[in-house]
C-alpha cells in the first residue's frame, strides 16, 4: 500500500512543539517538587551530615562507593629551583594502571606547613595555572603563586580538561570531546569522570598526609571554574581538606546542566547549595565576578542565599568585579589561607 496523499514538510509542527513545551512543563513541576523536597532536609545536612555524604558518593558513583586501602606509589621529576621554591612533577598510581599527574610547588626550608590544591579550569593544566608556560597565568591571576606567597605548599593535579591545541599535543580533539565521551563511558560502568578525578585527589591526599613537610590537619583546596566545582564537591566528599575556595562556579546545576556536572537523581539531593553545608562547620569562600559571560550571577547568589544563615562564619560569598577569572584581589585568599593557619 502506497499513501496518495501528501502534505507540506510543516503540517506537524505545532504538535512537536506542543510535545516540547508539554515536556518542559512537567520538567518544571518536578524540578518544584524536587527543590521543596531538597530545601526541607537543610537542618538534616547540619545537624547530621554523614548519611548526605554517603548519598553524594552513590550519586557520583565508582570509584568513590569502593575502599581504599594502603598507599599510591608515585614518582617525582625535578623540574626546578627558584627563589625558595622547588617544582617537581609527580604521578601518582592511585590504582592500578592509573597514572593521575600533577605538579608540586614547594618551599625548599622543608617546614611543616599547610598544603594547598590548586585546581585548574576548563582546557587547563598545572602548568597554564601556575604560570610556567610561556603565556603566563592568564585569568588565574597567579593564583598558585598567591598560595605560596601566603605560605602554603602547593599541589595542582592535572584533570582531564586540557585543551590539546593549547598545550601543543598531537590530538585533533577538542577538550570536551576527550572529556565528556569519557564521562558517559564511565557512568555505562556505574560511575562518573567527576568520581575517578575525586578518587585520585583523595589518593593523592592519603599519601601527601604522610609527608614530614605537610600538617595534615592544614589542607585546603581552591581552584577556578572547574577548579572551583571540583574544589566544592571534592571537600564535600573528603572531609580531610579543611577549607575550599571556589572561584566562579556555584549554581544550580540546572542552568549548567552538561553531563560531566549532573547526576541521575541529583535534584532530589543535592546541588551546590547542599555541598556548601556538608562542608560546614569548615571554611568556604565562594567569589563571582560580576561581568562572567560564563556563569550566572543572580543563579549564583540565589543558591548563596539557601546556603544563608546557616553560613555565618565558615562560608562567605563575596561577588568581585570583573571577567572569568580567580579574583585579582587577595582578601579571599587570606581569608581562605587564614583558615588554614
Not at 595542582?156 to 569519557?182: C, K, S, V, Y
Not at 562518573?192 to 601527601?208: G, K
Not at 570583573?322 to 589561607?337: R, Y
Request: proline share 5%.
Amino acid at each position: 500500500m502506497r499513501f496518495t496523499y501528501t502534505e507540506p514538510d510543516g503540517a506537524g509542527n505545532s504538535y512537536r512543539e506542543q510535545y516540547e513545551k508539554g515536556i518542559l512543563n512537567v520538567m518544571e513541576k518536578r524540578r518544584r517538587e524536587l527543590d521543596e523536597r531538597r530545601m526541607a532536609g537543610h537542618a538534616d545536612i547540619l545537624r547530621d551530615p554523614e548519611p548526605r555524604r554517603e548519598k553524594l558518593r552513590l550519586l557520583l558513583g565508582w570509584p568513590l562507593t569502593e575502599e581504599r586501602s594502603g598507599l599510591p606509589s608515585y614518582t617525582e621529576e625535578f623540574v626546578t629551583e627558584n627563589e625558595g621554591i622547588r617544582i617537581d612533577r609527580m604521578v601518582f598510581e592511585v590504582m592500578p594502571g592509573l597514572p593521575a599527574y600533577g605538579m608540586l610547588f614547594r618551599h625548599t626550608d622543608d617546614r611543616r606547613r599547610p598544603l594547598v590544591f590548586s585546581i585548574h579550569g576548563g582546557m587547563g593544566s598545572p602548568e597554564l595555572s601556575s604560570g610556567i608556560m610561556e603565556r603566563g597565568t592568564t585569568n588565574y591571576n597567579d593564583m598558585v603563586e598567591r598560595f605560596l606567597s601566603g605560605g602554603a605548599n602547593v599541589f595542582a593535579p592535572q584533570l582531564l580538561l586540557w585543551d590539546p591545541g593549547l598545550h601543543a599535543m598531537n590530538d585533533a580533539r577538542t577538550a570536551d570531546q576527550i572529556r565528556l565521551i569519557t564521562d558517559t563511558r564511565l557512568q555505562l560502568m556505574g560511575g562518573s569522570i567527576t568520581a575517578l578525578e575525586i578518587c585520585c585527589m583523595q589518593r593523592e591526599l592519603d599519601l601527601f598526609c604522610t609527608m614530614p613537610w605537610v600538617d595534615p590537619d592544614r589542607i585546603g583546596i581552591g581552584g577556578l571554574s572547574y577548579g572551583g566545582f571540583y574544589s566544592l564537591y571534592t571537600a564535600a566528599v573528603e572531609t580531610r581538606f579543611k577549607a575550599a575556595m571556589v572561584s566562579c562556579d556555584f549554581s544550580d546545576r540546572f542552568t549548567y546542566c552538561s553531563t560531566d556536572y549532573v547526576w541521575k537523581g541529583a535534584a532530589e539531593s543535592v546541588t551546590d547549595a547542599e555541598a556548601a553545608l556538608l562542608i560546614h562547620p569548615r571554611r568556604l569562600i565562594v567569589q563571582m565576578a560580576d561581568e562572567d559571560p560564563l556563569t550566572d550571577i543572580e543563579v549564583a547568589k540565589h543558591e548563596a542565599e539557601r546556603v544563608g544563615a546557616c553560613g555565618k562564619d565558615w562560608f562567605t560569598f563575596h561577588v568581585f568585579h570583573g571577567v572569568h577569572e580567580f579574583s585579582p584581589d587577595d582578601g579571599d585568599v587570606t581569608l581562605f589561607l587564614d583558615a588554614l593557619r
